[in-house]
C-alpha cells in the first residue's frame, strides 16, 4: 500500500485481483493546473498510467471509471480525450458533475483496474 505523504488516504490499494486508484487531478509535475478540460484530462490520464504502471498494470486493465466535471458543458470534449485512451472493451464509467477540491481543477477521474492470474 502506498500512502500519499500529506494527505490522510492510499493512492493505490489492491483487493484480490482488483486495484483501486485514489482521484487523479490534472496536474502537472510542477504543481501547475493548466487551463482547459481537454489538457486536464490527458494529464489525468498520463498519472493514472503512470500509477498502473507501477502496479504492472496499464488502461486496457481498467475495468471501471468515476469521472468528475466541474461543468456539464465540458462533457463532449471530455469524452473525446477519454474516449480516444481506451480501447475497446471499454471501462463501465460513471460521469458527475460537481466541484473540486483543488482550484482551477475541471476534472477528476477514479479508477479501478482488475489484475489478471
Given at each position: ?6 494527505l ?31 489538457a ?14 507501477g502496479?504492472?498494470?496499464a ?14 458543458a ?9 474516449a ?10 460513471t460521469?458527475v ?13 477514479t ?7
Amino acid at each position: 500500500m502506498t500512502q500519499t505523504s500529506a494527505l490522510p488516504f492510499s493512492k493505490v490499494r489492491t483487493v484480490g485481483p482488483l486495484v483501486f486508484l485514489s482521484g487523479e487531478l490534472g496536474i502537472a509535475a510542477d504543481g501547475s493546473v493548466p487551463a482547459g478540460i481537454e489538457a486536464q484530462t490527458r494529464l489525468c490520464l498520463e498519472r493514472i498510467t503512470a500509477t498502473l504502471a507501477g502496479q504492472g498494470l496499464a488502461l486496457s486493465d481498467v475495468v471501471s471509471v468515476t469521472a468528475y466535471l466541474v461543468d456539464a458543458a465540458d462533457f463532449a470534449a471530455f469524452n473525446g480525450v477519454y474516449a480516444a485512451a481506451f480501447a475497446e472493451p471499454r471501462p463501465v464509467r460513471t460521469t458527475v458533475r460537481t466541484d473540486l477540491m483543488l482550484p482551477g481543477a475541471l476534472v477528476e477521474l477514479t479508477v479501478i483496474a482488475h489484475q489478471k492470474a
